[in-house]
């Protein structure tokens, strides 16, 4: 839930010609139920699919097998999917790098030759040396499904801490590489999420955050509790590495560490699941008796350490600010009436500062895109950085003395370019640019502004063909996450070329619950506000239609994660207003998220349905799974999701897909697929995302009718 992942959509042509559906009528299995009830605060509520939480049993293997039988067979008919797929392949055949980062001499980046599964990690001998690789995760498993979850790198270059994930799983293998030779050590650390490998100064090992074992045979169903620090000393086994620093008052508290450029401090942030607000805690690796000390100890607000000088540290926070600021604290003098303020709160959002050349690069973001301000160490204003247009911009990694970082730049039409600032002259060169083949000229993107229910005003932003006619007859898609304080900006798909080639319009919100506008807009759409998101959606989409862009019968809707969850509201509080509905990942039992593997960190944002009367009544209102009703009309839908998702439970999905098949009463399809060996989309191979993406492209060209 940390991340979204940003709708990627292709078309073939795509004229507006009504296609009739088939008439061929699905036939959905038809499993059993249970007279399974829980009471919630004196709220009977029935869950007659329980049964298919178990993943492994033949009952729920048998229900899915059918599941998946019968969507192919309704793919099956439409020839056009072929051509889709091969539309795809050749426009994700370009070449993509990703920033370097560079540790000693050397420069560390990936690089994907066009249709590889996974990108490729090389490293060079100073920024234009010859390429040698590092790692090829494709060289694992024959089906492209282990994948790099993180990559840290020795402050010399030496040696490499490589975290792998098999299959889409969060669970994570560190392994490490010695850089020259291409060995691996020894040295394998298991039972890792979502972090990665913070190396001491000299090397010689590194800290890491993890959990105990999971239980046998329920490695990606179990919660996931007690996350500790340990310290791994290379040349030593991992049932030796020593617990650094934990939480035994708190098991619902994320714990990661990060060390200083210096080499100095050991900084453990700690965060009340996905909460954006931690405490801190620091360590003195200069003094080999020091005991970890509690720095801030109130999660009242982020608390993200940017650099340091000795004992001076520089923190991003939004402590009486909700926008962001940077602070400064002196680890001599921690206590809050010794706090300075550098960098003060400014009416656009703080998305990000990091600290290079001794300059503290802050990017904002204006309306959901960036801009990027340089500041001294003092806080006075520099430079602003000019970006190529209205769009996206990130990286400027580094450290306090490097003289140069880099960054990319991207939008709706323009690929992700990357360039490096030279932070003595402040000027920008281009490093690395991909060469995909269309005409940007003929596109456009705007952004507007819609009302919604209670008056807050929503950005979206809309990217056409230019000259589009707005007779109400475009097939257009809608994107949204709404959650989590992520924020969407403008981002580029290659496969969403086509869509736009032939008349498409591609629709992103930037709903409340986001970060769009700081912590503000996210508190605006959490918890008991929640409903804002789904508002804000509805009036999104009724602005396309009122505007002509385009009608109900043609908008399509998409949304993965929170965002399947939002996919999931719109269908049971809007069925009329949508076309065609595409909801991945989602999370759509929202009585029981919190009961499988890192699902109650979520209760940050969504409140607590077992604990909390007020919380559970406004979850229940909406929660997609309960708010399905019998005779009712449903839009055309296919839900999606993945038998490795521990994240997000795949019954989720399950349970939600059974209840609205028994339930529509309408001739639209309720499809559900089910993807094997892949989780919650970070880490699928290209060839996986291709297929999945080629389904639902035909999905919804077939339910839009549009040939």
Request: include cysteine; charged fraction near 20%; charge should be negative.
């Amino acid at each position: 839930m940390y991340r979204h992942f940003a709708a990627i959509l292709l078309a073939a042509s795509m004229s507006t010609a009504q296609t009739p559906r088939s008439t061929t009528a699905l036939h959905y299995p038809t499993p059993h139920t249970v007279p399974q009830v829980d009471d919630y605060f004196g709220t009977k509520v029935s869950d007659p699919y329980r049964w298919m939480e178990d993943l492994d049993s033949p009952e729920t293997k048998a229900w899915v097998d059918a599941e998946n039988e019968v969507t192919a067979a309704y793919f099956k008919p439409l020839t056009f999917r072929d051509g889709i797929h091969k539309r795809m392949m050749d426009l994700a055949n370009y070449e993509r790098f990703s920033m370097p980062q560079k540790r000693g001499s050397r420069y560390f980046y990936s690089r994907n030759s066009g249709l590889q599964n996974q990108a490729v990690v090389y490293w060079t001998e100073g920024l234009s040396g010859e390429p040698r690789e590092l790692i090829d995760p494709n060289t694992y498993l024959a089906d492209g499904t282990m994948a790099i979850g993180s990559l840290s790198v020795t402050h010399d270059g030496r040696f490499a801490a490589i975290a792998l994930s098999e299959a889409g799983s969060d669970w994570q293998k560190i392994i490490v590489r010695d850089v020259t030779t291409g060995k691996d050590l020894p040295d394998v650390i298991q039972w890792t999420k979502f972090g990665g490998a913070a190396w001491l100064l000299d090397g010689s090992g590194f800290y890491y955050s993890g959990y105990d074992a999971p239980p046998d045979g329920d490695v990606l169903k179990a919660a996931n509790f007690s996350m500790k620090v340990f310290f791994h000393k290379l040349g030593t086994p991992q049932k030796s590495d020593p617990v650094i620093f934990e939480r035994p008052d708190n098991k619902e508290i994320y714990i990661f560490g990060g060390i200083t450029d210096d080499g100095k401090y050991l900084l453990i942030t700690q965060q009340q699941g996905t909460s954006p607000n931690n405490e801190l805690a620091v360590l003195d690796l200069t003094d080999p008796h020091a005991k970890v000390q509690r720095l801030i100890s109130n999660a009242d607000a982020t608390y993200s350490p940017i650099g340091n000088d000795g004992s001076h540290l520089w923190l991003y926070t939004t402590l009486n600010a909700s926008n962001g600021k940077v602070i400064a604290i002196d680890l001599k003098q921690p206590e809050r009436e010794h706090w300075t303020t550098v960098i003060p709160e400014a009416k656009s959002k703080l998305d990000s500062v990091s600290l290079v050349h001794r300059t503290l690069i802050a990017e904002y973001l204006q309306d959901a895109h960036t801009q990027v301000e340089l500041f001294d160490e003092k806080g006075k204003h520099l430079h602003a950085l000019a970006l190529p247009g209205i769009g996206t911009a990130s990286g400027f990694g580094g450290e306090r003395d490097d003289e140069e970082t880099f960054y990319s730049f991207a939008n709706f039409t323009t690929p992700n370019v990357i360039f490096r600032l030279d932070m003595k002259t402040l000027q920008s060169t281009v490093y690395r640019e991909p060469k995909v083949a269309f005409d940007r000229t003929q596109y456009e993107s705007k952004e507007i502004f819609v009302t919604s229910k209670d008056g807050t005003k929503v950005p979206v932003f809309l990217t056409y063909k230019k000259g589009l006619k707005l007779d109400g007859n475009n097939p257009t898609l809608l994107y949204a996450y709404g959650g989590f304080n992520v924020s969407l900006s403008p981002y580029f798909s290659a496969t969403l070329i086509p869509w736009l080639e032939h008349g498409g319009v591609y629709a992103l919100a930037c709903l409340r619950g986001g970060g769009e506008y700081g912590e503000a807009w996210h508190k605006a759409g959490m918890k008991l506000n929640k409903q804002n998101v789904f508002d804000d959606f509805i009036a999104s989409a009724e602005w396309l239609i009122a505007n002509k862009y385009t009608s109900s019968k043609k908008l399509a809707i998409r949304g993965e994660s929170n965002g399947g969850l939002l996919m999931g509201a719109m269908i049971t509080q809007r069925p009329d207003l949508f076309g065609a509905v595409a909801a991945g990942v989602g999370v759509m039992d929202m009585l029981r998220f919190d009961k499988f593997t890192v699902g109650w960190g979520w209760k940050a944002d969504y409140g607590s349905p077992s604990e909390n009367a007020a919380e559970f009544h406004a979850i229940y209102k909406y929660s997609p799974l309960h708010n399905l009703k019998a005779g009712t009309k449903y839009p055309s839908t296919l839900i999606f999701t993945a038998d490795h998702d521990d994240r997000v439970f795949p019954a989720h999905s399950f349970k939600f897909a059974a209840q609205m098949q028994k339930d529509q009463a309408g001739p639209a399809p309720v499809l559900i697929r089910i993807e094997t060996r892949a989780g919650h989309g970070g880490g699928m191979p290209l060839s996986k995302r291709l297929d999945v993406e080629a389904d639902i492209q035909a999905f919804f060209l077939r339910e839009l009718g549009v040939e």
